[in-house]
């Protein structure tokens, strides 16, 4: 089974700008989309970004991403306070007759 | 507008088989490019991806669990149904349904609040 790897965790002060990674392989992030969620704790999660890099109405556009072969990152700008959340990145992995694969998540702090 | 709600028992025995049902509004899963998904989450863990069905009865698995998952729809009364044999306390999680579709090319865009789920003797 496929694993997706990002960092534990992630850093930095408000107007910062962060990248969180999410490392994957040929049969996920390599030939399909990326998908970033960010989750407060006790809450269910939220879509942030679709599609590898499109946000959905809503999201600031201080919050970004990028791939690139088989990882994929994301951006937030401007950090603030209210961005402390967990992140996780998805994708569709195409082997055992496919199924979704999350990442490990990444505790983002905002100090 | 959509919404999906979970409901099922809080708390099941070991080896018992644990169903979840999401029952869901503001969409039909008999639309095209439409899909229902469950996922857990361990306390203070990751997210996990179980399960997926889509509107024309497709079906996809977690790998690791397919041998003790079966996800079901009736699209008459808009419910998605989750069946998990042999429950073990491991499996202690909050579990989410969540809506997909063709739309924002199948991201998880409605979640439902979760239910937590213990598995205790």
């Known amino acids: 089974q496929s694993v997706l790897t990002q960092p534990p965790s992630a850093s930095g002060t408000p107007g910062q700008r962060v990248t969180i990674s999410c490392s994957g392989s040929s049969s996920n992030i390599g030939s399909n989309y990326v998908y970033w969620y960010q989750q407060f704790p006790g809450t269910a999660p939220k879509l942030l970004i679709y599609?590898?890099?499109k946000r959905p109405s809503g999201v600031p556009d201080r919050f970004s991403a990028s791939k690139s072969g088989t990882s994929a990152s994301l951006a937030i700008s401007g950090l603030r306070f209210e961005d402390e959340a967990d992140y996780y990145c998805?994708?569709?992995?195409?082997?055992?007759?496919?199924?979704?694969?999350f990442g490990g998540g990444t505790k983002l702090t905002v100090l | 507008q959509i919404t999906l709600k979970e409901s099922g028992p809080t708390l099941v025995k070991p080896t018992q088989t644990l169903t979840l049902t999401c029952t869901f509004s503001?969409?039909?899963?008999?639309?095209?490019?439409?899909?229902v998904a469950w996922v857990r989450q361990p306390p203070g863990r990751a997210l996990e991806w179980l399960a997926l069905?889509?509107?024309?009865?497709?079906?996809r698995y977690r790998p690791s669990l397919k041998s003790r998952l079966t996800i079901t729809k009736d699209t008459s009364r808009n419910q998605v149904v989750l069946t998990m044999t042999n429950m073990d306390p491991v499996d202690t999680a909050t579990y989410y349904c969540?809506?997909?579709?063709?739309?924002?090319?199948?991201?998880?865009?409605?979640w439902g609040q979760g239910t937590l789920v213990t598995v205790s003797s």
């Open positions: 503001g969409f039909s899963l008999s639309t095209s490019e439409v899909g």
């Open positions: 969540v809506h997909t579709d063709g739309n924002l090319d199948w991201a998880f865009d409605y």
């Open positions: 599609k590898d890099n």
């Open positions: 069905i889509y509107w024309d009865d497709d079906r």
């Open positions: 998805k994708s569709w992995d195409d082997s055992l007759s496919g199924y979704g694969i």
